[in-house]
């Protein structure tokens, strides 16, 4: 075989999110968070890098390499910056983007929230208050309503997990940076209603527009000891969500690498009963959430070649996923909404694109409904609390010119999505270095 073919209207895209990108978002519950005295986040994200004026050079770029898919998200911050008062001059701002993406002949996939929170919803606790889901359904139908029947795909929370566990169970650097399970808790079942009450609202007013939850999903590996701490894991950061998203049009697939535990034997039972005991649950589902970290699993192992987040480099742990939950619900659509590499050295990211996608392709012809790829991201943008040390983007930045210089990797993509062919060469990457 000389080339992988993909199926007729696959959707190929690039991805961002308001915070990341826009600039002074500052009705958001991160813009507190950037300045936090002795807070986790590197630096804050201030004009980050301006595509809230710049979005119409931004698509035109995009369309240019041959994309046809841009996958972004509304900002609740902006729309509806206190209690009850949306802006109407901000939902026009993102309908404007809605329709230049049309007009450029590209398909807006619209990720109602993407983490961050106006700030008045997480003063009152965000997704552990019980008043949250509501509120998020209200703005939703706002949304909707105002992005018209331009819209054909909603993603209604992106990565549930990341706010959930990265906020309330871990030191991944999100607010509001407690380690406290009652909350964690709370702020699950907060997300798995918001995500249900939101996926009604635009069944309701858009019946004819697709709407899922875009998953965070790892592929994991873990020897005996670490299998049961693995599976709380599982249970906890991704199952919950998928069971979630039972009645999605589509799941959005969201994998960035693999997670590795491997724990010493002796560590099986001793996680298992401390999980078994339920008073006992305030100190022992932290420690065997935290305990991929202590044994370094989220961080690869010492031998393995890994990105700037440290992550262990493995493009193929896309299609794993993509497996795993095409076993699960064989009959629904699946959409890789986010999958990348932060690394300077963009023949990595090339490589990343082509064993991904060779391993992906390997999925469709055994029979996965997989609709589309949009890699994360656009362009280099304000990574969380990693600020702006990590290099995601098709598409390098100059913050302090704001220049655009668009890498060979957003070429290769653009050119795969132009042809819906991946030639022999890049396929010829698929056993790494
Ligand atoms: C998030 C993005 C983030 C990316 C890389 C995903 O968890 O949705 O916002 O930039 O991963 O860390």
């Given at each position: 075989m000389t080339e992988l073919i993909f199926p007729p209207n696959f959707l190929w895209g690039a991805a961002t999110s308001a915070h990341q990108v826009e600039?002074?978002?500052?009705?958001?519950d991160w813009w507190d968070w950037e300045r936090?005295?002795?807070?986790?986040?590197?630096?804050?994200?201030?004009?980050?890098?301006?595509?809230?004026?710049?979005y119409p050079d931004d698509l035109a770029l995009l369309a240019s390499l041959g994309l046809n898919t841009f996958r972004f998200s509304v900002e609740w911050a902006r729309i509806e910056?206190?209690?009850g008062t949306f802006a109407a001059a901000e939902l026009a701002h993102y309908r404007n983007v809605v329709e230049r993406a049309r007009a450029l002949g590209v398909t807006p996939m619209v990720t109602l929230n993407h983490f961050t929170l106006p700030r008045w919803v997480a003063a009152e606790g965000?997704?552990?208050?019980?008043r949250t889901p509501g509120l998020f359904e209200r703005y939703v139908r706002r949304v909707v309503e105002a992005l018209?029947?331009?819209?054909?795909w909603f993603c209604?929370?992106?990565?549930?997990t990341t706010v959930a566990t990265g906020g309330?169970?871990?030191?991944?650097?999100?607010?509001?940076g407690v380690v406290n399970v009652r909350a964690w808790r709370a702020a699950i079942a907060g997300l798995v209603e918001g995500h249900k009450r939101a996926l009604a609202a635009i069944h309701e007013v858009r019946p004819e527009a697709k709407a899922g939850l875009a998953v965070f999903s790892v592929e994991r590996a873990a020897n005996r000891g670490g299998r049961p701490a693995d599976e709380f894991s599982q249970r906890w950061n991704e199952d919950v969500y998928l069971e979630a998203a039972a009645d999605d049009d589509f799941i959005g697939v969201q994998t960035y690498t693999r997670q590795q535990l491997h724990l010493p034997r002796i560590m099986a039972p001793l996680t298992r009963a401390a999980l078994a005991v339920r008073p006992l649950e305030r100190f022992a589902v932290p420690w065997v959430m935290g305990l991929k970290d202590k044994a370094n699993g989220t961080q690869a192992p010492a031998d393995s070649r890994v990105t700037q987040m440290g992550w262990?480099?493995?493009?193929e742990s896309v299609a794993a996923v993509v497996r795993r939950i095409a076993a699960i619900y064989p009959d629904k659509d699946l959409v890789v909404t986010e999958h990348g590499v932060a690394t300077l050295d963009d023949a990595e990211r090339v490589e990343f694109i082509a064993r991904g996608l060779a391993a992906l392709h390997d999925t469709i012809a055994d029979g996965t409904r997989l609709r589309g790829y949009v890699h994360w991201s656009l362009m280099d943008n304000?990574?969380?609390?990693?600020g702006y040390q990590a290099n995601f983007g098709l598409v390098a930045v100059d913050?302090?010119?704001q220049e655009r210089t668009v890498r060979p990797s957003a070429r290769f993509l653009g050119e795969i999505a132009r042809t819906g062919r991946l030639r022999a060469e890049a396929i010829s990457m698929r056993s790494g270095r």
């Open positions: 600039g002074g978002n500052d009705s958001a936090k005295a002795g807070g986790p986040v590197r630096e804050p994200s201030g004009t980050a890098v301006e595509h809230y004026s710049r910056p206190s209690e965000g997704w552990t208050s019980p018209g029947d331009a819209v054909p209604t929370i992106n990565e549930p309330y169970m871990s030191g991944w650097g999100f607010p509001p262990e480099y493995r493009p304000f990574e969380w609390a990693t913050r302090a010119t």
